[in-house]
């Protein structure tokens, strides 16, 4: 009976995705815990998933040429090797109890900040216009792929809501479609490498990954073709609040 519920998460989380192209971690990390998995189990089984259920998005954005290899490049050299080094760090505790409270704290921080971007995309784009030069702007978003690495690891959130406006920033004449394609492109080595690294600490739940992805795989293909009739500025408030107020619970008790 469980592995009908992880079915039914990962479908509910996948049309979420394919409506309104939220991030699945910030939505299935939090579900996840309500399930009652420990946090540390939660985060690296979801940033498994993630990696797998994306690589799919990746080879038609790529087909489609929305992929900006050079940016793409840049993050991942700042971000698998922070990814690679929390890891490290994690292993250093004796058992996962002893960083659950990190888990936890960092995961409401993340959820706050990927709530506000939902809500001010457009705002914060236009206030931080940027007009660095490709090199400048190039070593910044490796140094946002360090950050995004850290942070990515230790809640499986922010890969996609704040990767994507880390470039929007950086990157103001980047075309919409490349921005979407860059930063999945970059999402899925990134949660790949941090959900492997998760695996090597024990933190994932085979049996619960692969209900998640039978639920999430082709919910998020008819969550793309049912976009058009769904209207964002309705629903992505109201994820926002929900992903808001998940994370001032984790960060605050």
């Not at 103001?172 to 979407?180: H, S």
Request: a positive charge; one cysteine or more.
């Amino acid at each position: 009976m469980d592995f009908f519920w992880y079915v039914l998460a990962g479908l509910g989380v996948g049309l979420a995705v394919g409506i309104t192209g939220v991030g699945g971690g910030s939505l299935m990390t939090p579900l996840l815990l309500i399930f009652g998995f420990p946090p540390h189990i939660a985060i690296g089984t979801d940033l498994l998933y993630a990696g797998i259920a994306k690589s799919t998005g990746v080879y038609m954005h790529a087909r489609r040429g929305n992929v900006n290899w050079r940016i793409m490049g840049a993050m991942a050299a700042g971000s698998l090797p922070a990814s690679l080094l929390t890891v490290l760090a994690l292993s250093n505790f004796e058992h996962p109890e002893h960083y659950q409270h990190i888990l936890t704290s960092t995961l409401g921080l993340m959820l706050i900040s990927t709530a506000l971007v939902i809500v001010f995309r457009k705002r914060l784009h236009s206030l931080f216009q940027t007009n660095l030069s490709q090199t400048k702007s190039t070593r910044y978003i490796f140094i946002c792929g360090i950050v995004l690495g850290v942070f990515v690891t230790l809640t499986s959130v922010g890969a996609g809501a704040l990767g994507t406006a880390m470039m929007m920033l950086l990157f103001p004449a980047m075309a919409a479609r490349n921005v979407v394609g860059t930063d999945l492109a970059h999402a899925v080595p990134l949660t790949l490498v941090a959900g492997l690294g998760h695996v090597l600490l024990g933190n994932v739940d085979y049996y619960l990954l692969a209900g998640l992805l039978i639920g999430s795989i082709p919910a998020i293909y008819v969550g793309t073709k049912i976009a058009s009739f769904v209207p964002n500025k309705v629903l992505q408030p109201i994820l926002a609040t929900a992903l808001a107020s998940f994370g001032v619970k984790y960060l605050f008790f």
